[in-house]
């Protein structure tokens, strides 16, 4: 994801001259052919985020489009007052990208844990929020995120994620949009960001044991994708929301608002961390599955609910 991320802004760079990219004294080794190329174009801030984020805001009213790259919580919870107060209050073209979604950097421990981020910026007034699962939606939302005017915030993995898509089966994607893996009756999983695989896993499991759950992955949190909702609920009775991230304030929790205003509303259950911290270390998979966030954890909480 992040390679596709750097190509894709490359690409956009290429025909954008207004385009200037601002890092926190990180991402070197992946940032270098960037820089090389567009020497012009590129702002080392150093490790002082919060004046990052308001030079960008700064650049951005004076007419470019500044995208601001960091790993983890720097780029969003370490100055979410200038977010807020300097760049959405004004409509600025910041676009906030945030490397390590969830338990990417998880050996690093809780500080670089980036599980309460959608929630942040979500609720602030304009934002638009994109989570891809995998480098094809990565490259499929990198249009928008980059174009669309206004502050909007994009979370991918470090690399190395499982790819769900075919290449190239994403072009001309809507922001805004669900994307349907496959089609369900007794149950659906929704999710957002790189935890998709685990959702295609558990509905393969419990395939097997004759139920047909639906898969569906939400590359944007907000907006989200009201009508695609509105189907699912016509579907099922019963919705599982899947993110690696807290079900407090994100993905699960812009499910239920949408959900809620439906004349036939599911019962909606969340699983993600339950308004806890990490409070151990290990890799990403590791934390998955202490958390109950692997494939075979979340079929086995579905199959208990569904033989209920």
Known sequence: MRDTFTRCLEAYAESHPELVLVTGDLGFGVLKPFMEKFPEKFINAGIAEQAMMSMAAGLALEGKTVVVYSIGNFPTLRCLEQIRNCCAYHNANVKIVCVGAGFTYGTLGMTHHATEDMSALRVLPGVKVYAPADAVETEAVMGPFLSEPGVAYLRIGRGGERRCHEDGSLNNYETGKALEQFEGSDAYILTSGNILPSAIDAAYLLSQQGYKVGVASFPTVKPIDVEYLRKVCDRTD????????????????????TVCSFDKRPRVIRLGLNDTYCAIVGNQQYLEKHFGLDGESVAQRVLEDLKK
């Open 238 to 257: 019963r919705i599982y929301t899947l993110e690696e991230h807290t079900i407090v304030g994100g993905f699960g929790s812009a499910v239920c608002e």
